[in-house]
C-alpha cells in the first residue's frame, strides 16, 4: 500500500488530533535543556584561544549526543501516537534503559555528516570576520548566503537516508547502530524522491513560520513528525498489516450467524 503525500499528512492530522500538547511541551523542553547546557559550555570556554575553541566544541559535542537520546524518545513519542497506543513524557527516558550507546553512535555518524557538508561554510567564515564595516558586510553576503544553502542542500541529501534511524532503534531494542543505518537506507531506496517532495509539501508552513516569528514552528513540527512516522509505518508494511487485520475482522463480523434474539429484534 502507497499513500500520496496527502493522504500521509491527513492520517497524521487524525492521529495528532487532541495530542498536539504533550509532544509539544517534550521538545521545548528538551530544548530548554540543551540550550542551558550549552550556555554554560560558552560561559567555561568563552576564550579565543585555540585550546578554548576545541574544548567548546568537545563540550558541545557531548552535549548534542546526550541530548539525542532524548530525541529518540520523542521519537518513541510519536511512534505511540501514529500507532495509537498510551504515550506521555516517561518515553523521554526510554532509550536510556535500552542502551543509549546506539543512538548516540547514530547521532555521532550524523554530526559528522553534517560536519562534512558544513565545510563551504567553514571556508567563507574568513570573509565574515573580515567584514568590520556594513559595506564590506553587504559585499560578502551573497557569498556566505550561498555557502550556507549549499550546506544546507548538501546535509539534507546526505543525512536523508538515515533519517528512520532512530525509529529503527527504537521497535527494536536489540538493533545495533550500524544496522539502524543500514535499515534507514534500505527503507528508503526508491522513496528518496517521495521523501524529498514530502520535505518540499511543507515549504508553505515554513514561510508561515517565519511571518509568525517562529511562533509556529512547534506545531508545524509536531506535524511534520507525525507525517514522518506515517511514512515510515507504511514503509515498514506496519499499516498494510493493520489495513488487511481490521478488513478480516469486519469479514469475519458479516459471516457471524444471525440468532434467534436477532430475527425477533428485527421483527
Sequence with gaps: MRYTRKELKCRAREAMKGNYLIPILATVSIALLTSSFMFIVALLFGGDTTLSLVLSQLASLIVSLIASVFTAGICCM????????????????????????????????????????????????????????????????????????????????????????????????????????????????????????????????????????????????AYMQATMVQLYLELNGETENAVQTEAAAENAKDRLPIRADDYNAEA
Aim: positive net charge.
Design 78 to 221: 510519536y511512534l505511540n501516537i501514529g500507532r495509537k497506543k498510551p504515550y506521555g513524557m516517561n518515553d523521554l527516558f526510554r532509550m536510556f534503559h535500552q542502551d543509549p550507546d546506539r543512538v548516540i553512535v547514530v547521532c555521532f555518524v550524523l554530526t559528522l555528516l553534517d560536519m562534512l557538508c558544513a565545510i563551504p561554510v567553514y571556508m567563507v567564515q574568513g570573509l565574515l570576520v573580515q567584514a568590520d564595516t556594513p559595506e564590506k558586510l553587504l559585499k560578502v553576503f551573497p557569498v556566505i548566503l550561498g555557502a550556507t544553502c549549499l550546506s544546507s542542500v548538501l546535509a539534507l541529501f546526505v543525512t536523508m537516508p538515515f533519517v528512520f534511524s532512530y525509529m529503527l532503534l527504537v521497535d527494536d531494542p536489540e538493533m545495533g547502530a550500524g544496522a539502524a543505518l543500514r535499515g534507514s537506507v534500505t527503507m528508503l531506496k526508491g522513496n528518496k524522491m517521495r521523501l524529498c517532495r514530502l520535505y518540499l509539501s511543507f515549504f508553505g508552513m515554513g514561510v508561515l513560520v517565519v511571518l509568525s516569528g517562529f511562533v509556529a514552528a512547534l506545531w508545524v513540527g
